[in-house]
C-alpha cells in the first residue's frame, strides 16, 4: 500500500470533494464515501462541502484548512469498504487526529488498483485546534509500512527501508551501579523490571487504560503526562518508591514510540488521564532517579572506621543510641575502635564520616557548576604588609593623699 508522494493542502473543501466522487472512465464503479465521522443524508456533495466548510468559519485565520491523501493497494488486490474504513481510522489515529477533525474516505475503483482518497478539516471541532502534522510525509511513509504490518497487506518498498515500528525492546547497557544492585541483591533492579513489565505489555496493541491497568497490577504505577488543554505527553512510571522519566528508560518508551503501540482517544481517555495523575497527590512522595555517576568505595577494617561515635558532636539522644549498638553488634574489633574514639578530634571524625555519605561528589560538584561563592577557595591571600605591635597593660590605681586646706589669704600671698 502507498500514500501520496506528497501529502497535499488546499483553501477549497468544494474543489477536492467534488473531485474525489467525479465519476471518471477508468473507473470501474462510480466513487463512493466508505466511511468518516461525517453524516450523510442527501447528497454526498453538498453535506461534505457543507460541514467541511463549517470548521473553516472557527479558524478564519487559517488560510489551508483542507487536508489530503491515498492510499493505494497493489494492482490487482482489493478489500471491503468496512476493511477500507477501518483501515483508514487507523491510520488518521496514528497520524494525530481526532475524532473532532471532521474527515470523509472515497473509495475509487479502477484498472490500477483499488484506494481511497481520504479528505479532512485541520480546523478541529474542539475550540477550533488546528493540526499542525509536522513532519507528516515522512511520519505517513512509516505509518503504511506498520498497518501492511498489522493488517497483513503485501508489504510494498517504501523510500526507506526501515522497521515497521520502532522497536520497544531496546537494548540498554545496565550501569556499573545497577549491575552492583543486582549482584547484592540476586534480583533485578527498578528500571530492569519496569522495562521488562512495558516490552510484554507492548508486544499487543490495547488501549491506554487496560495498559496502565495491567502495569498497576505489577506494583508500577503510571504517572501521565497530561496537560490542563489535555494533550498528552508520555508517561514516568514509579516502582517502589523510585521514579523514572520515560527517557531515563530508553527512546522505545517515549510517547512518540507509546501511541504507535497503544489504541489512545484524547475522547475516551483523557478523563482516566487527569484521574490517574490527580491520585499522585495523594501519594507518599518519591524518589526520582537521576543519572547520577558511579560512586567509587573502599573496604574498611571495621564498621567503626566509616562512622566514628563522638559524645561532643552534640548529637541527639536516638543518634547516640544508634551509635552505640553500632558498637556493640559490630564485636571485639569496635570495642578497640570504640576506645580509640575520644582520642581523635571531632574534625577528623567529621570528615571521615563526610566520605562515606552518597552522592557527596555529585553535590559538590553541581554547587561548582553553579558557581556558588562559598565553595571557592580564595586564590591570592591578602599579604601583610606591615606589623604593629601594642602592648596592652593595665591602668596604675591611684592613691588619694588628703592635704590640709590652706586658706584664700596664704593662696593669694602666694
Not at 487507523?90 to 474527515?103: A, I
Not at 541483591?185 to 521488562?196: F, S, V
Not at 490495547?206 to 508520555?234: E, Y
Not at 516502582?239 to 484524547?266: D, E, V
Request: hydrophobic share 35%.
Amino acid at each position: 500500500m502507498k500514500g501520496m508522494q506528497k501529502i497535499r493542502r488546499g483553501k477549497s473543501f468544494a474543489g477536492v470533494v467534488l473531485y474525489a466522487l467525479k465519476p471518471c472512465s477508468h473507473h470501474k464503479k462510480d466513487p463512493i464515501v466508505i466511511g468518516g465521522n461525517i453524516t450523510i443524508v442527501g447528497n454526498p456533495a453538498k453535506d461534505l462541502i457543507a460541514e467541511f466548510d463549517s470548521t473553516k468559519q472557527l479558524r478564519p485565520d487559517v488560510q489551508k484548512a483542507v487536508w489530503h491523501n491515498s492510499l493505494r493497494l497493489p494492482k490487482g488486490e482489493s478489500l471491503t469498504a468496512k476493511q477500507w474504513s477501518c483501515i483508514a481510522d487507523d491510520y488518521m489515529t496514528r497520524m494525530g487526529f481526532s475524532e473532532t477533525h471532521l474527515r470523509c474516505y472515497i473509495l475509487h475503483d479502477d484498472e490500477d488498483g483499488q484506494h481511497i482518497h481520504i479528505i479532512a478539516s485541520r480546523v478541529s471541532l474542539d475550540a477550533g485546534k488546528l493540526y499542525l502534522g509536522k513532519n507528516e510525509n515522512l511520519a505517513s511513509t512509516r505509518i503504511i509500512q506498520q498497518l501492511e504490518r498489522d493488517y497483513n497487506l503485501t508489504r510494498t518498498k517504501g523510500p526507506k527501508a526501515s522497521p515497521a515500528a520502532p522497536s520497544p525492546k531496546p537494548k540498554l547497557k545496565k550501569s556499573r551501579n545497577e549491575l552492583m544492585i543486582e549482584k547484592r541483591t540476586g534480583e533485578l533492579c527498578p528500571k530492569a523490571i519496569i522495562q521488562n513489565a512495558l516490552n510484554e505489555l507492548l508486544d499487543t496493541r490495547q488501549s491506554i487504560t487496560d495498559f496502565a491497568q495491567q502495569l498497576m497490577a505489577q506494583n508500577i504505577r503510571p504517572i501521565p503526562n497530561i496537560a490542563s488543554a489535555g494533550k498528552m505527553n508520555g508517561f514516568s512510571f514509579v516502582y517502589r518508591g523510585i521514579a523514572f522519566k520515560a527517557s531515563q528508560l530508553g527512546k522505545g518508551y517515549s510517547w512518540s514510540a507509546l501511541q504507535n503501540k497503544l489504541n489512545y482517544q484524547p475522547e475516551r481517555d483523557n478523563a482516566f488521564l487527569f484521574e490517574l495523575k490527580a491520585s499522585v497527590s495523594e501519594a507518599p512522595c518519591t524518589f526520582i532517579a537521576t543519572d547520577a555517576p558511579e560512586i567509587t568505595t573502599r573496604e574498611v577494617h571495621s564498621p567503626i572506621e566509616a562512622l566514628i561515635h563522638d559524645n561532643r558532636a552534640g548529637q541527639d539522644e536516638h543518634t547516640n543510641a544508634s551509635v552505640k549498638q553500632f558498637h556493640l553488634e559490630d564485636g571485639a574489633g569496635a570495642k578497640e575502635s570504640l576506645k580509640e574514639a575520644p582520642d581523635r578530634s571531632y574534625a577528623v571524625s567529621a570528615f571521615r564520616w563526610l566520605e562515606y555519605i552518597p552522592y557527596l561528589d555529585l553535590i559538590y560538584r553541581m554547587l561548582k557548576n553553579l558557581k556558588i561563592p562559598t565553595l571557592k577557595r580564595p586564590r591570592k591571600h591578602k599579604t601583610i604588609t606591615g606589623v604593629r605591635v601594642v602592648e596592652i597593660m593595665p591602668i596604675p590605681q591611684k592613691t588619694l593623699i588628703e592635704s590640709p586646706p590652706q586658706s584664700r589669704r596664704a593662696s593669694l600671698s602666694m
